[in-house]
């Protein structure tokens, strides 16, 4: 229904800065978007990109012209993945400065803070230029140079050898940021290794189960520009997921209309932005969504089609309740039933949000229907013991109202990333690697990552090579200490190679440090599902690219980037290429240019395969006269898909429909499995589920023996009020908000980054602070189930009582016989282990100027370099999603005398008895027909189906 009112210019911006009530009812369907990919005005034009003018600023009152260059490339910062482009100055060839790349479908020439600052990244004084290897013991801090050649060939022979001795389990690959699709996997899978491993477990475990039970994708892609009701569970505005291109497009939706919703505890940049701040208990969110979708039931808000056609309902019915008709009303009456108890009043006891704002958000996301737009990625999801009922209970708002895969609603994630036509596949592995799927977590999603160290203790494997990637666990992770404890025992990971363009902690663990590129300095082919709409971004080496504009070609990616920093995709093919010469171990072959018969791949080659397969980009670069591939050069972006909506509705073929029947349900049989669902006499796809539906019911859940999970519930997390002794000075602290202008361990070499936040106080709310008499300032000592940190209070007002929080970005260090780096934003550290696993680190010295050839060293005025919490967080594994709970219950007491800002004190044998007691939690594998996870249960990695079944 459309609004017959026009609205006139003053309403119009009355209405869009919430001044007077959205007047227009009803959003039209097709909305353009505000920002059309190319078209922001102050942008150079492309046909100017190669040889740009502008006056040198530096040269004031002088009127120097400098000509530039324009590369487009891909920030590397996090995993937005947005569109840059970079300045080279003709004369130098060096990168001046770094801006949006206008034609960027998903940043559409936007940036946050952490874009330009690449510049800062590349021109780190502290950053390692060339391959190293250690000269002393490992750890102690003791480097040498080495050429590629020989790292090659060191690295090469010893994999060799372990795949001669069939020994796959042992070579792993362990990523951080990933940055590329697919590129790694199938490398591994060349390989013959199940050697993928990742930080997904302590990142969005919990979350991608949620969503995975509902409908078999594991991630959320919310329509927020087209949306009338926007729920987010945390911070996603100024920090979250997918952050710049998100933020752009739920201020988007704002504009139109959209009131905003934000459940946190923290007063954050978006809970100020909202309509709705819901400060929740942690842990309690589950509890109030269900009272939100029991508010939309009572109401009769729910979209009855859609959850006719698309819900399992009737198997719930026939086996919950078999007394009863197979009809839809007597679903809903069932619902009604299975959620009277939670009320508003439940969920506010919970919560603390108020009955009355859970009721009205409730109505409001009813109404929005299929305009509902949700997303809940890491926070609550990530925090707590059954932290993934959280994104379980949030879709079931989208499947209520229908709102799944709609305009406005909440896509899978899938729908809206591309899948690369790679010019070579290479077999499914045949190993299982246990160290990475024990069978005690059969539904994790996914690699137990943070559990190695804790695997490798108790013997149940070792790693004879262990490449990390842009990883830093010895900081990132919980438990740091027994990461160092693992990666200093050369009888448990026989090899260490770290691969970062930059110093961190677990590199100094490592036996090679291997220089790797920024944004700038690489290639990558990247697509995310930022927006309604399916793009790839292809992230190159500007310099070389600007020197082949030359004719000036280089070979490897090292010979135009500073020193010797070279790029993971040509250090791979070398690899590979070294470990079977001769092509006995047949890894060889995968590695073979598609367009040059024998001989080795080109990393130019490899890209221009994927390019000239991707739908629309040859037509699209032939109309200018360039190869698909020169178009990705030059404008560094596609857009393959301007939409993606309802693809649960694409058609089934002819030849899928043979021999096919339709069973009660709808549902499309064929050799004893759904394949789709008829909807209004259409063959459908549907989703990937063994119902091709939304299960609302899920009978894999059953199955693998969590039957009181088979519906959406609230589960109490670990750090529930209940678990409180208020009376000892207990609290939950919150250590994983992010500072927006901060990324993980990845932007401490980002001077402009570590200028605007460096430091990390404990969050108390005023009245907390006034019963133990605190003030701003004051030292605390928070204890841990495994040891304490010292840190400095704030004292706030923004924020729920009750609960501490901290930031996890900061508390970077080095120690004195490190090589400097990071000096932006690294405390100079002691670490004494002064008894069998007791460990403790004392601050030497913060921050300070330094003389360098970037003169602002010497300005740094900054001295705090935060404190590292993270280190004394033990594992807390769910026993069902796999994720790390982050959330901590902590003992507050006043700081001791002998305390220092900046003090960690861990024990590693108690770290070892909680891990001991989580592991408890589980309910193994094997699950039916002895199964060690779900056939329907993707992994990264996935390798032959045979081994989904414990031999
Ligand atoms: S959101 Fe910021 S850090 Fe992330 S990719 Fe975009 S510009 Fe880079």
């Known amino acids: 229904m459309s609004s017959k009112h026009k609205a006139g210019l003053i309403e119009n911006i009355a209405e869009k800065l919430h001044l007077i009530p959205q007047l227009h009812d009803e959003l039209e369907a097709e909305l353009p978007r505000l920002t059309e990919p190319g078209k922001l005005a102050d942008y150079p034009p492309p046909e100017k990109w190669d040889d740009w003018v502008e006056y040198e600023a530096k040269s004031w009152p002088q009127r120097e012209a400098k000509h530039y260059m324009i590369v487009p490339t891909s920030c590397f910062n996090c995993e937005a993945g947005c569109g840059l482009l970079s300045y080279v100055d003709k004369e130098t060839m060096e990168v001046r400065k770094f801006e949006g790349n206008p034609w960027h479908p998903a940043s559409r020439g936007r940036n946050c803070a952490k874009g330009p600052a690449t510049i800062n990244q590349i021109r780190d004084e502290d950053r390692i230029l060339y391959p190293l290897k250690r000269s002393g013991k490992r750890g102690e801090g003791k480097w040498q140079r080495l050429s590629w050649d020989d790292v090659l060939d060191q690295i090469a022979s010893r994999i060799r050898e372990t795949l001669q001795a069939g020994k796959n389990n042992e070579v792993v690959y362990h990523v951080g940021r990933p940055g590329h699709e697919g590129y790694m996997d199938r490398v591994l899978k060349a390989w013959g290794v199940d050697g993928h491993n990742s930080h997904t477990n302590i990142c969005s475990a919990g979350a991608r189960f949620g969503y995975a039970v509902w409908h078999g994708f594991d991630r959320p892609s919310p329509d927020h520009a087209n949306a009338k009701f926007i729920l987010l569970i945390s911070a996603h505005l100024e920090s979250g997921h997918y952050f710049n291109p998100h933020a752009q497009r739920i201020i988007e939706g704002m504009m139109k209309g959209a009131k905003l919703a934000v459940m946190d505890p923290r007063l954050s940049n978006t809970a100020s932005m909202a309509d709705y701040w819901m400060p929740t208990y942690p842990g309690s969110e589950a509890a109030v969504l269900l009272a939100m979708a029991k508010v939309i039931l009572d109401e009769g808000l729910y979209n009855e089609s859609f959850m006719k056609t698309w819900v399992n309902w009737q198997t719930y019915l026939k086996k919950e309740r078999p007394g009863i008709a197979v009809n839809f009303e007597n679903f809903i009456g069932a619902l009604k039933e299975e959620y009277k108890e939670y009320t508003p009043e439940f969920a506010e006891q919970e919560s603390g949000v108020p009955a009355k704002m859970i009721v009205e958000t409730a109505k409001q996301a009813g109404e929005a229907g299929t305009r509902l737009s949700t997303h809940n990625w890491r926070s609550a999801g990530s925090g707590n013991l059954g932290g993934w009922a959280v994104a379980r209970c949030l879709h ?155 004719g000036k070609p280089v070979n490897f990616t090292y010979e135009a980037n500073p020193g010797e920093v070279w790029e993971e995709d040509e250090f791979w093919i070398e690899l590979s290429w070294r470990i079977d010469p001769d092509g006995s171990l047949g890894i060889k072959e995968h590695f073979i240019s598609p367009y040059r018969k024998g001989e080795k791949i080109r990393i130019d080659e490899y890209y221009r395969h994927i390019f000239e397969n991707t739908t629309g980009l040859p037509e699209k670069a032939s109309k200018e ?327």
């Open 396 to 550: 079931f708002l989208n499947v209520l109202t229908g709102s799944v895969g709609s305009v406005g609603g909440t896509s899978p994630s899938a729908w809206n990333k591309f899948k690369p036509n790679v010019f070579d596949s290479p077999p499914a592995v045949k190993f299982w690697n246990e160290l990475h799927f024990p069978n005690e977590y059969p539904l994790a999603h996914y690699e137990m990552s943070q559990l190695l160290p804790h695997f490798l203790k108790e013997g149940r494997g070792k790693l004879s090579v262990y490449f990390t990637r842009v990883f830093n666990p010895v900081w990132t992770f919980p438990d740091g200490f027994t990461w160092i404890e693992a990666l200093s025992d050369e009888s448990k990971i026989g090899l260490h190679a770290a691969l970062t363009p930059t110093w961190n902690e677990t590199a100094f663990f490592a036996d090679y440090v291997l220089p790797m590129g920024h944004a700038s300095e690489r290639h990558d082919l990247i697509s995310y599902e930022t927006h309604s709409g399916l793009w790839i971004g292809f992230r190159q080496p500007v310099v070389r690219e600007a020197l082949r504009r030359q």
């Open 625 to 951: 006269g360039l190869t698909p591939l020169d178009y990705m050069r030059k404008y560094g972006a596609f857009e393959v898909e301007t939409t993606s909506y309802n693809k649960h509705l694409a058609k089934l073929s002819n030849e899928e429909l043979e021999s096919t029947k339709v069973d009660d349900t709808n549902t499309i049989i064929k050799d004893g499995k759904s394949i789709g669902v008829m909807v209004d006499g259409a063959a459908c796809s549907g989703f990937p589920t063994p119902s091709r539906k939304q299960e609302f019911y899920s009978q894999t859940i059953i199955d693998w023996g969590w039957p009181e999970y088979k519906i959406p519930v609230y589960i109490k997390s670990h750090i529930h009020e209940e678990k409180m002794d208020r009376e000892k000075g207990e609290f939950p602290l919150l250590p994983t908000f992010r500072l927006p202008a901060l990324i993980h361990s990845r932007s401490s070499n980002a001077k402009w980054l570590t200028e605007i936040s460096n430091r990390n106080p404990v969050w108390m709310h005023t009245s907390d602070a006034k019963r133990f008499g605190i003030k701003s300032g004051d030292l605390l000592r928070l204890n841990t189930e495994i040891g304490y940190f010292i840190d400095r209070v704030w004292v706030t007002e923004g924020m729920k009582p009750g609960v501490v929080m901290c930031s996890h970005h900061i508390g970077r260090w080095r120690r004195p016989q490190d090589t400097a780096g990071n000096r932006w934003a690294t405390n100079l550290v002691d670490i004494q282990q002064v008894e069998k696993g007791k460990w403790k680190m004392r601050v030497l010295d913060g921050i300070r100027p330094y003389k360098s050839g970037d003169p602002d060293s010497s300005r740094i005025f900054w001295n705090d370099g935060g404190v590292h919490q993270n280190m004394t967080f033990p594992v807390h594994p769910d026993p069902i999603s796999g994720m790390h709970c982050w959330h901590q219950k902590v003992r507050i007491e006043k700081a001791h005398a002998e305390d220092k800002y900046g003090d960690v004190f861990v024990d590693t044998n108690k770290s070892f008895a909680v891990y001991q007691e989580w592991l408890k939690m589980t309910r193994p594998a094997p699950g039916p027909d002895g199964l060690r996870r779900p056939l329907w249960f993707n992994r990264p990695l996935r390798p032959v189906d045979e081994l989904y079944y414990l031999g």
